[in-house]
């Protein structure tokens, strides 16, 4: 428990770090000029849970411009996402919600990074848990007109639930690569 309350702590503080960065926005989407820059993209990537192997995970991810808040420098993307991962005996299906700060680095290429939330549910020996998840991650987007190139990275903790004996929580680590599309 005392992990999820750091990781809580830490999500905190550094969703509240854009607003160091001058004034926030707030409610941009009610905003006659608000555009949404909708992107469709597919995941597929390497997982890397503790206690099990790493293996492939692949995923899809919807992601657009926050419609609570914006910065007043770079701009906060939320990017949904759902993937699923399976490898000894450990099948792991992860929902999140990941707003990044991202920040243009040149005319199509930005990095952003942030925290988020997650919901995981675990399946190992025959058994089925659901946990609630806590990330600290990382985008690198690159646009070519309509299409979208990415990487992505993520810490990903979860309840300390048991699993299957012996097996508690699936924390991991995902590196991923996505292929989109902008609306």
Do not use: H
Not at 119 to 128: N, P, Q, T
């Amino acid at each position: 428990m005392r992990t999820q309350i750091k990781l809580l702590g830490l999500c905190l503080a550094f969703a509240a770090t854009p607003s160091l960065a001058g004034e926030m926005k707030l409610m941009p989407v009610l905003d006659a000029d608000f555009k949404p820059d909708f992107t469709v993209s597919a995941l597929v990537g390497a997982m890397n849970p503790e206690r099990v192997g790493s293996d492939t995970f692949a995923g899809a991810e919807v992601a657009f411009n926050c419609i609570v808040m914006q910065p007043s420098t770079g701009r906060i993307r939320t990017k949904i996402s759902y993937g699923e991962f399976s490898n000894g005996g450990l099948e792991l299906s992860s929902f999140e919600v990941n707003p990044r700060w991202m920040f243009d680095i040149d005319k199509n290429l930005s990095v952003g990074f942030g925290p988020g939330l997650g919901y995981v549910d675990a399946k190992s020996a025959g058994r089925s848990k659901g946990m609630w998840a806590g990330q600290l991650g990382a985008d690198l987007d690159y646009r070519m007109g309509a299409v979208t190139l990415g990487l992505s990275t993520r810490w990903q903790g979860t309840d300390n639930r048991t699993i299957a004996p012996g097996q508690k929580g699936a924390d991991n680590i995902l590196i991923a690569a996505k292929i989109g599309y902008n609306f």
